[in-house]
Nanobody, 120 residues
Framework: VQLQASGGGLVQAGGSLRLSCAAS????????MGWFRQAPGKEREFVAA???????YYTDSVKGRFTISRDNAKNTVYLQMNSLKPEDTAVYYC???????????????WGQGTLVTVSS
């Protein structure tokens, strides 16, 4: 499966962005989907994931601010990001796999990344 992420940009602290990740192929609904991020000089870290039947989980730092969702008819997964903070600045990557865990080694497929910059 090929993944194409979009929606990144520059936003002020407290603002919102919605990231999208479009997947190719007919088997989108059979994959768990997730978002990871990587800030400059840091390791890639888990942000959020959604299972094949819609169960979601988040890293603690984004709970209550970010929402992951999927539209299987459009082969797309979304990450709605509200109340953004400067520490959310990173390249955001979408990912797909049989299961998505907090370990960045868990996905089978990666998108190319989209940059989110939050100014203070």
């Amino acid at each position: 499966v090929q993944l194409q992420a979009s929606g990144g940009g520059l936003v002020q602290a407290g603002g919102s962005l919605r990231l999208s990740c479009a997947a190719s192929g007919r088997t989108f609904s059979s994959y768990a989907m997730g978002w990871f991020r990587q800030a400059p000089g840091k390791e890639r870290e888990f942000v959020a994931a959604i299972g094949r039947i819609g169960g979601t989980y988040y890293t603690d730092s984004v709970k209550g601010r970010f929402t992951i969702s999927r539209d299987n008819a459009k082969n797309t997964v979304y990450l709605q990001m509200n109340s953004l903070k400067p520490e959310d600045t990173a390249v955001y990557y979408c990912a797909a796999g049989a299961a998505i865990w907090t370990d960045a080694r868990s996905p089978d497929y990666w998108g190319q990344g989209t940059l989110v910059t939050v100014s203070s």
